[in-house]
């Protein structure tokens, strides 16, 4: 689940359902992806679960449009990822290096 784990809705209505859909979201399991699209566009309508969706793939194309622009990785996220970069060989690719967070 996003954040630390524990049930909540964020203190805003349909929150324990948005928060579900944007952890399926990024997630590997189609069924509960299914499931938690199902259960917006019951509680909440079709409209909702468009806007929702939408807000979704916004976040991920603005980190695309950051990467291709070189925006630089802001030094203090680049601390707290400095393990998680290594580990999984992300600072071995030219554009990482470029921006002065690679090898």
């Given at each position: 689940?996003?954040?630390?784990?524990?049930?909540?809705?964020?203190?805003?209505?349909?929150?324990?359902?948005?928060?579900?859909?944007?952890?399926?979201?990024?997630?590997?399991?189609?069924?509960?992806?299914?499931?938690?699209?199902?259960?917006?566009?019951?509680?909440?309508?079709?409209?909702?679960?468009?806007?929702?969706?939408?807000?979704?793939?916004?976040?991920?194309?603005?980190?695309?449009?950051?990467?291709?622009?070189?925006?630089?990785?802001?030094?203090?996220?680049?601390?707290?990822?400095?393990?998680?970069?290594?580990?999984?060989?992300?600072?071995?690719?030219?554009?990482?290096?470029?921006?002065?967070h690679g090898a």
């Amino acid at each position: 689940m996003v954040g630390d784990g524990a049930p909540s809705d964020g203190g805003i209505p349909n929150g324990a359902r948005l928060i579900r859909f944007a952890t399926a979201v990024l997630g590997d399991e189609p069924e509960e992806l299914a499931a938690a699209r199902d259960d917006i566009a019951a509680a909440m309508g079709g409209a909702a679960l468009t806007d929702t969706a939408a807000v979704a793939a916004l976040f991920n194309a603005i980190d695309r449009v950051a990467d291709a622009t070189g925006i630089p990785l802001e030094d203090v996220k680049a601390e707290a990822t400095a393990d998680f970069r290594a580990g999984i060989g992300i600072d071995d690719f030219a554009a990482a290096s470029e921006k002065g967070h690679g090898a």
